[in-house]
């Protein structure tokens, strides 16, 4: 006959506490603690009121994880990023380009050639075919 009643549970000041703690810390989430301890989201709130020197009843504090929002977010300020720094990179080449042809100019040679063909090896042989300097 008493099976439509609720056993009644009574929770230590100290635990009630450190569940407060957890859930300011992040440790866990409202639904977590409800499901854990078998109280209701009204009680935990009460809960909160109570213990919680952070809450205030008139601000609701929604706390969720990494949403597709958020994640969209980020992805695109990365996109950015890495743009902005193939963008440098493009520069960096294009510049090293124009740097090769204007010393080649300026040698006689034709660097991109003697680039693909051999690596340079540090040493200059001045020396030019058919004798004399």
Sequence with gaps: MNQGRREKRIFSDVLK?????DLELGKVTVA???RDYSVSHQSVYNWLEKYSSSYDKQVRIVVEGKSESFR??????E????QAALGRKQLEVEFLNKLIERVGKELGIDIKKKLSTTPLTGSVNTTRKGGGK
């Excluded at 969209?72 to 300020?77: A, H, M, N, P, R």
């Excluded at 996109?79 to 890495?82: D, S």
């Design 79 to 82: 996109n950015k990023e890495l």
């Design 17 to 21: 506490r450190k569940i407060i703690k």
């Design 32 to 34: 977590q603690v409800c």
């Design 72 to 77: 969209s977010k980020e992805l695109e300020k």
